[in-house]
C-alpha cells in the first residue's frame, strides 16, 4: 500500500503509520509506505504529526519524505490519495497505473503549518478511513 499527499511530511506518513498499525492489529499482513506528489527527498514529518501519533500509540519518529515515483506505484497493489485532487494528479501523470488508484473515503484537509489540534483532526481523519479500509482487506473486499 503506498499513500500519497503532496509534500509527505504529514498526512501520506500519518496514514501510513496508522495503516501499518491496523494492519498489524487486524493481522493482515499488508505494510504501506508513503510518497508525496511535491516532495522535498529526506525530510522528516511535521512536529504536530509525530505528536498527533504519538497520543495514538503510533510511531512517526525516523520518517524520511520522498518524491513518488514510478517504481514505488509499480511496487505498490494500491496508491491510496489523501483527497481527490492528488489522486486526479497522480492518474494524470502516470495513466498507465491508474487502476490501482483511489482515494480515502475521507477528504483529508492539508494540516501543515498548523497547530497541534488540526493534526489531531486530520488523524482522526485518516483514522477512520484506513481502519475501514483496513476491515475491507480483511473481509477481502
Not at 503549518?113 to 477481502?140: F, H, N
Request: with cysteine.
Amino acid at each position: 500500500m503506498l499513500f500519497v499527499c503532496t509534500g509527505n511530511t504529514c498526512r501520506s506518513p500519518m496514514a501510513a503509520a496508522i495503516f501499518n498499525k491496523r494492519a498489524e492489529e487486524a493481522q493482515i499482513g499488508w505494510r504501506a509506505l508513503s510518497c508525496g506528489l511535491s516532495a522535498y527527498e529526506g525530510r522528516p514529518a511535521s512536529e504536530n504529526a509525530v505528536l498527533a501519533l504519538k497520543k495514538r500509540g503510533v510511531d512517526l519518529d525516523g520518517h524520511q519524505s520522498r518524491q513518488v515515483c514510478e517504481q514505488a506505484l509499480r511496487d505498490a497493489d494500491r496508491a491510496v490519495c489523501v483527497t481527490k485532487r492528488h489522486l486526479d494528479v497522480l492518474a494524470s501523470i502516470y495513466p498507465d497505473m491508474k487502476q490501482k488508484m483511489e482515494a480515502l473515503t475521507e477528504e483529508v484537509p492539508d494540516p501543515y503549518g498548523g497547530d497541534l489540534k488540526l493534526y489531531e483532526r486530520a488523524a482522526d481523519m485518516i483514522d477512520r478511513a484506513v481502519s475501514d479500509m483496513v476491515r475491507r482487506l480483511k473481509d477481502g473486499v
